[in-house]
Nanobody
Framework: QVQLVESGGGLAEAGASLRLSCVDSGGTFSRYAFGWFRQAPGKEREYVAAVSGSGNVRDYADSVRGRFNISKDVAKNTVNLVMEHLKVEDTAVYYC?????????????????WGQGTQVTVSS
């Protein structure tokens, strides 16, 4: 069973970089695709990025494409989200999620397991 724990959030200035990590302690890491979602205060949770089970296919929301990079580290059972050129509007709680089937990965439906979230705050 997938068990996800996020880390790496914090406070950053606009233009800076942060790396979020999501560790799967369940032992089935290689079988799953992973997504990152975020929820800003007063807003609905939204899709950020996803990576396929093989790690070969990556997808991004338009708002982060070119600035964020998602990757799987199979040796460490970890999914990383490197966030560069941060903007104030990137401020949110970021959630990692796992799914078996690589379809409609930008939708919350289908993700079987979620982490507890990690706060990212970007100041101007």
């Amino acid at each position: 069973q997938v068990q996800l724990v996020e880390s790496g959030g914090g406070l950053a200035e606009a233009g800076a970089s942060l790396r979020l990590s999501c560790v799967d302690s369940g032992g089935t890491f290689s079988r799953y695709a992973f997504g990152w979602f975020r929820q800003a205060p007063g807003k609905e949770r939204e899709y950020v990025a996803a990576v396929s089970g093989s790690g070969n296919v990556r997808d991004y929301a338009d708002s982060v494409r070119g600035r964020f990079n998602i990757s799987k580290d199979v040796a460490k059972n970890t999914v990383n989200l490197v966030m560069e050129h941060l903007k104030v509007e990137d401020t949110a709680v970021y959630y990692c999620a796992a799914r078996k089937i690589w379809t409609r990965w930008w939708k919350e439906e289908g993700y079987e397991s979620w982490g507890q979230g990690t706060q990212v705050t970007v100041s101007s």
